[in-house]
T-cell receptor, first 114, second 115 residues
């Protein structure tokens, strides 16, 4: 079974600084997707960024980028120029390409300090 | 363009009762997945509906059942409620059985409290 581990229950960052959230996963598959979702207090899960395992290039979406290390099964999220609106719970998630379900980690609560 | 909508937003039920939660997918989506998110944890997959059939199921008992209607909306039913069923229930919609990128779009969830 696939598992996703987020070892940082809480992180904090100063506004305008950079922060990196860690995620590791365990799978025997070679073709899969990895995701970072943001869940603010409004509770709605918002897709931040997506990485396809067969693509070696790390995904980037504006201030958000990932460091995907396939051999190490590591998938970290870097948030640059942090803003107050980035404060939320962040979840790392995995989906085997042919599967229908997402497997989530336990989340990292990010606090942005003014 | 309406996103994924869920109703109700909150509800309180007594142990042993039955509950029905509802979800309307994002316009253009035909697949609905349900997740249970206990307090302080990541969401856990319950099941997915596509073409009005349950396509995949997570590790949840038969007390959890669902339905998908011809307009792609979906219901989640939980019978014989237990205290441990208290959680945020999230609905996610996607296209083509959920296998097509970019992936799932989530609603704001239904907070269920069992007392």
């Amino acid at each position: 079974a696939q598992t996703v581990t987020q070892s940082q229950p809480e992180m904090s960052v100063q506004e305008a600084e950079t922060v990196t959230l860690s995620c590791t996963y365990d799978t025997s598959e070679s073709d899969y997707y990895l995701f970072w979702y943001k869940q603010p207090p409004s509770r709605q899960m918002i897709l931040v960024i997506r990485q396809e395992a067969y693509k070696q290039q790390n995904a980037t979406e504006n201030r958000f980028s990932v460091n995907f290390q396939k051999a190490a099964k590591s998938f970290s999220l870097k948030i640059s120029d942090s803003q107050l609106g980035d404060a939320a719970m962040y979840f790392c998630a995995y989906r085997r390409r042919s599967a229908r379900q997402l497997t989530f980690g336990s989340g990292t609560q990010l606090t942005v300090l003014p | 363009d309406a996103g994924v909508t869920q109703s109700p937003t909150h509800l309180i039920k007594t142990r042993g009762q039955q509950v029905t939660l509802r979800c309307s997918p994002k316009s253009g989506h035909d697949t609905v997945s349900w997740y249970q998110q206990a307090l302080g944890q990541g969401p856990q997959f319950i099941f997915q509906y596509y073409e009005e059939e349950e396509r995949q199921r997570g590790n949840f008992p038969d007390r959890f059942s669902g339905h998908q209607f011809p307009n792609y909306s979906s219901e989640l039913n939980v019978n014989a409620l237990l205290l441990g069923d208290s959680a945020l229930y999230l609905c996610a919609s996607s296209s083509l059985g959920g296998l097509k990128p970019p992936g799932a779009f989530f609603g704001q969830g239904t907070r269920l409290t069992v007392v």
